[in-house]
């Protein structure tokens, strides 16, 4: 009898100590997942006012401007239908470049400049991040709708 | 000429792979010998081809044969010949013919060594390797050759990726599939355990070398490839949750938690469903992981679609090998038993609370790996994971874990008393709160996750020395002479002790890291100096240097500290002119308290550049603890009673065990 009372109590303690673990994976799983959004979508006010996000796109040539204090940059991100200016502190990445594909994760600024804590630029030259590629895509698309209404 | 000779023996090597995967099961089955007798033969001829087309393929990386797309897109004639050799595995097809040329290898050192088994049993696992062979010699060979000719031939090639261009290039992606590809053989076990329907103390002694030696490997693949990313990637970072580093991870953590089971399987006769369970989830992750690095799914889920067949192959094979294997375990296990009974609070019950924990953190890694991957795939939007969700739900997990990693140890088999463990732990327990307030507070910093880790650190590492004084201690009646006890003791003791010192010499050196690392962003002049606590970083300008296949700006700086020389380190950004690529390369001052890691950033004008500084505390640390636990493996390996016996000897060992061996890991 008192084994099998052991052997309940083992089981339920474990049974406890997995809805509580799954509660918890899956709240810093919620909050800890970033979304991504195009130039566009920004635009449009989709994305979070508080918060981060990952925007995409190109580097715009000519866009590139560093800062007197040589560290910080700024330049501007387009999908081709929209564009905006992102502010950065820091080195870039060595493939960072004008006129290629970008993904940067930060937070919008109040004066809708958007203010990246990280730029990433994949290890693969002619590799495109997909998330770019995608904001470009999606861009072009869109053009295509406009045109035909 | 060559190329075909390659790819010829590739498809030869294919149809012996059918063979060795079909016929001995059915010899062994219809109990017809001739058939069964066909696996070992079978299995070397396979080996011997694939190492003709292994060999044919790095032939043609030695000649710069630029008629061969792979070699044309993955090499260049200006490329140093350890990266000429190198590159046949900087690619998606090379990766593959590497995978299945583990493979053989494996399997091959099956038919030298696992001579012991009895026939059938050894019939039924050579030949399962040979099924897990054929699926990837058909990948290779109908969707992925890379023999493949290019014509007209390329007057030069595209050139290795200058990130690739590391010695780290040469022995991370072989000593990872080692381990990778090593999994197959436990897999290979647990299937004709189930086919067999026979798992007993036996079984897992002959599978517990075979796990720990691919074990071993994995544990310092994903070490090199942490160090390489270290010093190549110019960031500082060792460990970024990028899903490529994650897809390593997870066959590690079910790896480490099979180990453990197979102990229990070992010693007690118990948890025997599981093992065989975990062993099919090891290898399971492992071609997860493989597909996943190499398949192109991380680049975007739609490269399925530009190579539909490849996909579509990929999914075909997992399915059919991990849901084969779930089915044959669905409808064996029960045959198999679950074992031996245990107490609440036992060596046991730890071990699988261990197990359980393992499992967990493989299970929150494949969620943060694989959900943004479906979510792309069902069209919902472009999401990422970030590191502070793997960060937080590991230390969550792992905590727990490595608290009962001290306690583990001390209990006995079967029943354990937990005041006497109490007993036994108290000056670890000291020790550990004692040092996890003192060092934050030396150290002039305190948080939550520095006292948590640095006693974490300190109880798994005062624990272990413990573990080996009580031994010691118990010993002493017997054998008084210190030397004459300390060798006594098995090697499967030391490797134990060893492997769980390196984990809590890896989990200081993390949360030290972690907790006190330092950086700097600094647009530096020729000659300023940079002060960083009682350092002065004084930058001395800039040279040019002509490389082999690149063009170098090499930067120089002199780090003093109290006017006393500390290095003089050399940061250099590199332009790679065939792919018009740029590359980093930090220098790196490494020491066992803290690195110098200084990476240039941009040309400014006159003569300045941006710099970032980095002192990284303890972060060796880092990779010592894995080398600390493969070390430990290789001492558990070294064990007598692994050692290599013909099968008369293996019989007296059943029958006399010596009791010292079987006392292994006893307190």
């Known amino acids: 009898m008192k084994a099998r009372h052991k052997r309940f109590g083992l089981i339920a303690a474990g049974l406890i100590l997995l809805v509580i673990a799954t509660v918890l994976i899956t709240k810093s799983f919620r909050s800890n997942l970033v979304f991504f959004f195009t130039p566009t979508q920004v635009e449009k006010g989709e994305a979070p006012k508080t918060g981060s996000f990952r925007i995409g796109g190109l580097v715009e040539n000519g866009s590139l401007k560093r800062l007197p204090d040589g560290l910080h940059v700024q330049f501007r991100v387009t999908d081709t239908a929209k564009t905006m200016q992102v502010v950065y502190k820091g080195i870039l990445p060595d493939l960072f470049k004008e006129g290629k594909g970008v993904v940067a994760e930060g937070k919008l600024g109040t004066n809708g400049v958007f203010e990246a804590d990280q730029v990433l630029a994949k290890h693969d030259e002619n590799y495109m991040p997909p998330e770019a590629a995608a904001a470009l895509k999606a861009a072009q698309e869109n053009k295509a709708k406009g045109k035909v209404i | 000429m060559i190329p075909e000779l390659g790819h010829y023996s590739l498809i030869l090597a294919f149809f012996f792979a059918i063979v060795q995967g079909t016929l001995p099961l059915i010899g062994v089955w219809r109990n017809n010998k001739r058939l069964a007798n066909l696996a070992v033969p079978a299995a070397r001829t396979q080996f011997l081809f694939i190492a003709i087309a292994f060999l044919s393929l790095e032939y043609a990386f030695y000649t710069d044969d630029f008629s061969v797309l792979y070699v044309a897109s993955t090499s260049n004639s200006h490329l140093p010949l350890m990266y000429k050799l190198a590159a046949l595995w900087g690619g998606h097809e090379g990766s593959m013919l590497l995978w299945v040329s583990i493979l053989g290898l494996w399997t091959m050192a099956v038919t030298l060594f696992a001579k012991a088994l009895p026939d059938s049993f050894r019939i039924r696992l050579i030949a399962v390797m040979g099924m897990v062979s054929m699926g990837f010699l058909a990948f290779i060979i109908f969707t992925s050759s890379p023999f493949e000719r290019l014509i007209p031939a390329a007057l030069d090639g595209r050139d290795l990726n200058p990130l690739l261009q590391d010695p780290g290039m040469v022995f991370h992606p072989p000593v990872l599939y080692m381990g990778y590809v090593g999994f197959s053989v436990a897999f290979a076990f647990a299937i004709a355990a189930l086919l067999d329907g026979k798992l007993d103390i036996t079984w897992a002694r002959w599978t517990r070398p075979w796990t720990t030696v691919a074990w071993v490997f994995l544990t310092l693949g994903i070490a090199f490839g942490s160090k390489w990313a270290y010093y190549e990637l110019g960031w500082g970072g060792w460990w970024f949750w990028d899903a490529v580093e994650n897809a390593s991870f997870m066959p590690w953590l079910v790896g480490t938690a099979l180990i453990h089971s197979l102990a229990v399987t070992e010693k007690r006769d118990a948890f025997k469903v599981w093992t065989v369970l975990l062993s099919i989830c090891a290898f399971s992750l492992s071609l997860l992981g493989t597909f996943l690095v190499r398949s192109g799914v991380l680049t975007s889920v739609h490269a399925f679609a530009t190579d539909p067949r490849r996909g579509v192959f990929i999914l075909l094979y997992l399915v ?130 520095l006292v948590v880790g640095v006693f974490m650190g300190i109880w798994v590492t005062s624990t272990t020395l413990i573990l080996l004084r009580n031994r010691i201690v118990a010993r002493q009646d017997t054998t008084p002479n210190l030397v004459d006890n300390l060798k006594g003791i098995p090697l499967a003791f030391y490797g134990m002790l060893l492997a769980h010192l390196g984990i809590g010499v890896f989990v200081l050196g993390v949360t030290l890291v972690k907790g006190y690392e330092s950086e700097q962003d600094l647009r530096m002049d020729k000659n300023d100096v940079a002060k960083i606590g009682n350092l002065d970083f004084k930058f001395d300008g800039v040279a040019k240097i002509q490389g082999p296949n690149y063009e170098s700006a090499q930067g120089t700086f002199t780090v003093t500290s109290n006017g006393k020389e500390m290095a003089v380190l050399h940061p250099e950004k590199r332009f790679y002119p065939v792919q018009g690529s740029v590359m980093t390369e930090a220098d790196i001052k490494p020491g066992l308290v803290k690195d110098l890691y200084i990476s240039l950033g941009e040309p400014l004008e006159e003569g300045a550049w941006s710099v970032r500084i980095y002192i990284k505390p303890f972060v060796q640390w880092i990779w010592a603890g894995a080398i600390l636990m493969a070390l430990g493996g290789f001492c558990a390996l070294a064990d007598k009673r692994y050692r290599i016996r013909n099968k008369k000897t293996d019989q007296d060992l059943k029958a006399g065990e010596p009791q010292e061996a079987h006392e292994a890991y006893s307190a």
């Open chain 2, 320 to 449: 059919v090998v991990i849901g084969g294997a779930l089915l044959l375990f669905a409808l064996r296990a029960p045959k198999v038993g679950l074992g031996e009974k245990f107490d609440v609070v036992s060596r046991e019950s730890m071990l699988l609370a261990n197990n359980v924990v393992l499992a967990a953190a493989a299970g929150s890694v494949l969620l943060g790996t694989m959900y943004p991957l479906l979510m792309d795939a069902l069209g919902a939007g472009k999401i990422s994971v970030g590191p502070p969700y793997f960060d937080a739900v590991f230390v969550a997990i792992m905590a727990p874990g490595l608290f009962l990693m001290g306690l583990g140890p001390l209990a006995k088999w079967k029943k354990a008393s937990l005041p006497e463990i109490g007993t036994r732990l108290r000056v670890a327990a000291v020790i550990s709160v004692v040092s996890a307030v003192l060092v934050p507070f030396v150290m002039g910093k305190i948080t939550l996750m």
